[in-house]
């Protein structure tokens, strides 16, 4: 929890050149689009609420952001949680493949070329039998739209009892 309070006031960019709302509503808004849409998964939920954490942990690593990310969560949170984050970016990268018409936003746009670019068919083939595809592709639709200024998505208390459900399963499963 500390750690996503944290992300108040933290940018996906060193210099705020990014996205327009700051780490912590980011998280809120996809997490909240994730909830609505699908509210029995709550990895899925948690996984909205943590995938860009790597910008505030690595600050400017575009690149490695998802990766980092998923690294930091995994103990806590589990090898899901974990595989969805690291592949929000991959999902990017097949989105723009299967539908150029998608808008990104700008610095999504901007990032997508460091981040390996739009995927050629054999990694669209292979993102596709990927069995956690299709959520990591609901995770990133979620991420593109949850970038509203102004959005009032709730508070990052209201994620408490989940994130421990989430952590709770992520134990269990280790055992």
């Known amino acids: 929890m500390d750690l996503l309070r944290a992300c108040r006031g933290?940018?996906?960019?060193?210099?705020?050149?990014?996205?327009?709302?700051?780490?912590?509503?980011?998280?809120?808004?996809?997490?909240?689009?994730?909830?609505?849409?699908?509210?029995?998964?709550?990895?899925?939920?948690?996984?909205?609420?943590?995938?860009?954490?790597?910008?505030?942990?690595?600050?400017?690593?575009?690149?490695?952001?998802?990766?980092?990310?998923?690294?930091?969560?995994?103990?806590?949170?589990?090898?899901?949680?974990?595989?969805?984050?690291?592949?929000?970016?991959?999902?990017?990268?097949?989105?723009?493949?299967?539908?150029?018409?998608?808008?990104?936003?700008?610095?999504s746009e901007l990032t997508l070329h460091a981040q390996g670019g739009v995927m050629g068919e054999a990694e669209v083939r292979a993102f596709e039998a990927d069995p956690d595809a299709a959520a990591a592709v609901i995770l990133r639709q979620a991420d593109d739209a949850g970038k509203v200024v102004g959005l009032d998505a709730g508070v990052m208390e209201d994620w408490r009892p989940v994130l421990e459900l989430v952590a709770a399963g992520a134990y269990d499963h280790t055992v």
Do not use: I, M, N
């Open 10 to 107: 933290a940018w996906d960019t060193p210099d705020r050149s990014g996205d327009p709302v700051d780490l912590h509503d980011h998280g809120l808004q996809t997490a909240a689009l994730l909830r609505r849409s699908h509210p029995f998964d709550k990895e899925l939920q948690v996984a909205g609420l943590v995938h860009d954490l790597g910008h505030l942990l690595f600050p400017g690593d575009d690149a490695g952001h998802a990766d980092r990310a998923a690294a930091a969560v995994r103990p806590l949170l589990g090898r899901r949680v974990a595989r969805l984050v690291a592949l929000h970016v991959p999902a990017k990268r097949y989105l723009a493949a299967v539908e150029p018409e998608r808008a990104l936003s700008p610095q």
